[in-house]
């Protein structure tokens, strides 16, 4: 069905530029707290911005080219749209002057934020009805992230509203998390028409190759896994945001 499919097209651009916007609001934020001079931290914030932007571009250009949609080559070259932003993510994990900025950040936000998960299912349960998206990758079939998007909007209120600030369980969850997003990009890559395929029902894993559905494995993703990493880095060291 063609509208649904223009309807994922376009939630998706709207997802990716609107994670790009918290993510910026977020590291205006922090840089105010620090006390930054204003044109150093506009130096930052375009930094950041354009080179998000400029990511985005790359993928959707490379996407346009049919690059992605070589699924034979070994590995897939899908798997060069995750890796650099994957790397990034650790690298800014083990930045301790990243830490600085991630101090000032309230640990809610990196809770809240996960709630873009509920979109990204939906757009996934469109695909299916579609018929551009497997199964199996849905929460009808064996994807369950959309239960981390719904916790995420209570969680942030349960874990650190009125003062209170549960590590234990904000590190649970996180893994939580993360065992989730594993179990959705391992089965979305065991649905590609790839030596790595085991689930054989039609419409195989494709349109994750094409625009702008390759933002999901290049940057939306592993923004899930940079904000679960972020958010467990908080909890690790909290009495250093005290």
């Not at 709630?115 to 064996?142: A, H, K, N, Y």
């Not at 909007?153 to 993360?178: C, D, K, S």
């Not at 390759?214 to 679960?228: C, D, N, R, S």
Request: positive net charge.
């Amino acid at each position: 069905m063609p509208q649904l499919y223009f309807i994922a097209q376009i939630l998706i651009v709207l997802l990716s530029f609107s994670l790009i916007y918290f993510f910026i609001r977020g590291q205006r934020y922090a840089l105010n707290r620090l006390g930054y001079a204003p044109s150093k931290k506009r130096q930052l914030l375009y930094f950041t911005a354009a080179g998000l932007l400029c990511w985005l571009g790359i993928l959707g250009t490379l996407s346009f080219t049919g690059f992605f949609n070589d699924f034979d080559s070994i590995p897939p070259k899908i798997f060069l749209a995750v890796l650099p932003t994957v790397i990034l993510t650790i690298t800014l994990v083990l930045s301790k002057s990243f830490f600085r900025l991630l101090a000032q950040i309230p640990p809610a936000w990196l809770v809240y934020i996960q709630s873009f998960r509920i979109i990204v299912e939906i757009v996934l349960w469109l695909g299916l009805l579609g018929g551009f998206v497997p199964f199996q990758m849905t929460f009808e079939g064996f994807n369950l992230d959309i239960v981390l998007g719904i916790t995420a909007l209570m969680a942030g209120y349960v874990f650190f509203a009125r003062g209170r600030f549960r590590r234990m369980e904000t590190f649970i969850w996180n893994i939580f998390g993360i065992v989730l997003l594993i179990n959705i990009v391992f089965i979305s890559v065991v649905s590609t028409p790839s030596i790595f395929r085991i689930f054989f029902n039609e419409p195989a894993n494709t349109f994750i190759a094409y625009f702008p559905f390759i933002w999901i494995p290049g940057f939306i993703v592993p923004f899930a896994l940079a904000m679960h990493l972020f958010s467990i880095k908080q909890v690790i060291y909290y009495k250093q945001l005290k």
